[in-house]
């Protein structure tokens, strides 16, 4: 059965980057649209970013433009989110899900259907 397993979460000072990692167990993460979804406490899951197969191109929420960049590594099978000028608000659960689609990948979480463990990314002085 696919698994996603994430990785790279941390904890860091405002301004700050990380990278985080998502790689599919099963088939070649190319063969889906991957999106990264973050999760605060006491808020809704909010879709960051995500990727489509096949180069149908990437999405951001507005909130991240200019700060995150997603792609998509195929040598190495894995899907990255790397993020620059981390704000305290930025600080989530994040988490990779799996869209089986055709279409140009979407942020809405319902779409998406198997979900990683999640990784914690802290921003704080």
């Known amino acids: 059965q696919l698994q996603l397993v994430e990785s790279g979460g941390g904890l860091v000072q405002p301004g700050e980057s990380l990278r985080l990692s998502c790689t599919p167990s099963?088939?070649?993460?190319?063969?889906?649209?991957i999106g990264w979804f973050r999760q605060a406490p006491g808020k809704e899951r909010e879709g960051v970013s995500c990727?489509?197969?096949?180069?149908?191109?990437?999405n951001y929420a507005d909130s991240v433009k200019g700060r995150f960049t997603i792609s998509r590594d195929n040598a190495k099978n894995s899907v990255y989110l790397q993020m620059y000028s981390l704000k305290p608000e930025d600080t989530a659960a994040y988490y990779c899900?799996?869209?089986?689609?055709?279409?140009?990948?979407?942020?809405?979480?319902?779409?998406?259907?198997?979900w990683g463990q999640g990784t914690q990314v802290t921003v704080s002085s």
């Open positions: 899900a799996v869209h089986y689609s055709f279409s140009r990948c979407v942020l809405s979480s319902k779409e998406y259907d198997l």
């Open positions: 099963d088939l070649p993460s190319e063969y889906y649209n």
């Open positions: 990727i489509s197969r096949h180069d149908l191109g990437t």
